[in-house]
């Protein structure tokens, strides 16, 4: 019989091992959670449906839970990024709809690092953390506002649009800009 470890400072990797050879739920759990926000978003992207999304990031987990025992995984985080974008386009195949992949739209190593850091900012440590907080500042005020609220806060885009003057159209294009602004300041930091 396993205890449970305390997984908050464990690598990714190290959870999956430990979900591995204990088949512990919770270990896996805890792992997925790290990255609802990011697969969520994914799902958002191309299936263009917040309760589609949601029900696709659900019925995912359910379906690795068993199964992922039996892949090899060295980054789980781009695994799981490409597991869930598959998962999006074998959806849409199944409704009868194509996804025709626009190459502006593609989220690149350094999208997912600046999304990684805003999901996990108060986790971050040294140097990263300081640079996303400086550059947070040097948004403008909208792009922090929705940004804030959406990954720190957790809040949807109508709950960003209730909460602010803004309408859907500028909330998801402040969250937009608001991400390429921030990689760029990453880069320079």
Same mark, same amino acid.
């Not at 690598?11 to 999956?16: G, P, Q, V």
């Not at 958002?44 to 995912?60: G, M, P, S």
């Not at 502006?104 to 300081?130: P, S």
């Given at each position: 019989? /396993?205890?449970?470890?305390?997984? *908050?400072?464990?690598?990714?990797?190290?959870?999956?091992?430990?979900?591995?050879?204990?088949?512990?739920?919770?270990?896996? &759990?805890?792992?997925?959670?790290?990255?609802?926000?990011?697969?969520? &978003?994914?799902?958002?992207?191309?299936?263009?449906?917040?309760?589609?999304?949601?029900?696709?990031?659900?019925?995912?987990?359910?379906?690795?839970?068993?199964?992922?025992?039996?892949?090899? !995984?060295?980054?789980?985080?781009?695994?799981?990024? &490409?597991?869930?974008?598959?998962?999006?386009?074998?959806? #849409?195949?199944?409704?009868?709809?194509?996804? !025709?992949?626009?190459?502006?739209?593609?989220?690149? !190593?350094?999208?997912?690092?600046?999304?990684?850091?805003?999901?996990?900012?108060?986790?971050?440590?040294?140097?990263?953390?300081?640079?996303?907080?400086?550059?947070?500042?040097?948004?403008?005020?909208?792009?922090?506002?929705?940004?804030?609220? /959406? /990954?720190?806060?957790?809040? *949807?885009?109508?709950?960003?649009?209730?909460?602010?003057?803004?309408?859907?159209?500028?909330?998801?294009?402040?969250?937009?800009? &608001?991400?390429?602004? #921030?990689?760029?300041?990453?880069?320079?930091?």
């Amino acid at each position: 019989m /396993f205890k449970l470890k305390n997984t *908050s400072k464990l690598a990714d990797e190290e959870i999956l091992h430990l979900y591995k050879i204990s088949g512990i739920t919770e270990y896996f &759990g805890n792992l997925y959670n790290r990255y609802i926000p990011l697969l969520y &978003g994914v799902c958002l992207k191309y299936l263009q449906n917040a309760d589609k999304a949601r029900d696709a990031v659900r019925q995912l987990f359910e379906d690795l839970l068993f199964e992922i025992s039996h892949y090899e !995984i060295d980054n789980f985080r781009m695994w799981i990024y &490409g597991v869930m974008k598959n998962y999006c386009i074998q959806l #849409l195949q199944e409704e009868g709809r194509e996804w !025709i992949e626009n190459p502006n739209q593609n989220m690149n !190593i350094e999208d997912e690092r600046i999304l990684y850091l805003l999901n996990n900012y108060d986790e971050n440590e040294g140097e990263q953390k300081e640079a996303l907080r400086l550059c947070l500042k040097k948004l403008p005020v909208q792009q922090r506002i929705a940004i804030i609220r /959406f /990954f720190e806060e957790e809040m *949807s885009y109508a709950d960003i649009v209730n909460s602010t003057r803004y309408n859907l159209e500028q909330v998801k294009s402040y969250i937009r800009e &608001g991400k390429y602004n #921030l990689k760029i300041g990453m880069n320079k930091e």
